[in-house]
């Protein structure tokens, strides 16, 4: 009888335990925990990841990082000139909710390296989709348009801009300057098509 009740009390977990396994649903890929970014080595992973020219954020020694009156943290990379009273150059990054939603690198008085040949377009829409891979979630999925959607910064074959197409709840834009070939800008923003000028500047 002792062994009897053994062998149907080892079935009764056995039953338990498959059973419990079959409530847990698998976790996907993309629903894997990832690793939360560092956001105050966002100007850092730009430069080791191509997408701004090392020298530029080596030359921003100034930092800091602040509440964003929306929400979220903004960070903000500098080189200040003492003597003007004013920036040389910036980099401001706002996240809101772990998701960047604006990046804007700016230049006041200083010269980023040129490249000796300016970027194609085919390399600058590479670079914009490389981007966006790295830094929207799902970005590998997007489907981007070229053409003007951020026009204070939109010089046609200077700084070439992409959008995300319509269909999603949120929308994106990336601009890129074809003569340092680097992402100069990023905005995400709600719309209702996905044109570019419902963006919000």
Not at 17 to 30: D, H
Not at 83 to 89: A, G, L, Q, R, V
Not at 100 to 116: A, G, I, M, S
Not at 148 to 168: L, N, R
Request: hydrophobic share 40%.
């Amino acid at each position: 009888m002792k062994g009897l009740f053994t062998k149907l009390l080892v079935i009764t977990i056995m039953v338990i335990i498959t059973a419990a396994g079959c409530m847990i649903e698998p976790v996907t890929e993309n629903e894997a925990m990832k690793p939360e970014r560092d956001w105050s080595a966002f100007a850092a992973d730009m430069a080791r990841e191509g997408f701004l020219p090392a020298a530029v954020v080596d030359d921003m020694p100034g930092y800091r990082e602040q509440e964003h009156e929306e929400g979220g943290t903004l960070y903000l990379w500098s080189a200040w000139n003492a003597d003007d009273d004013s920036f040389e150059h910036k980099l401001e990054l706002t996240v809101i909710d772990g998701e960047p939603v604006f990046y804007h690198y700016k230049t006041y008085y200083y010269n980023p390296p040129e490249l000796n040949e300016m970027l194609t377009m085919s390399e600058a829409e590479a670079l914009a989709l490389r981007f966006a891979a790295e830094y929207i979630p799902g970005g590998e999925n997007l489907t981007l348009i070229n053409g003007e959607a951020y026009s204070s910064i939109y010089d046609p074959g200077v700084i070439e801009q992409w959008y995300s197409a319509g269909g999603t709840e949120k929308h994106y834009i990336i601009s890129v300057d074809m003569r340092i070939g680097a992402v100069v800008h990023f905005s995400m923003g709600y719309t209702e098509d996905g044109s570019p000028d419902q963006y919000h500047e």
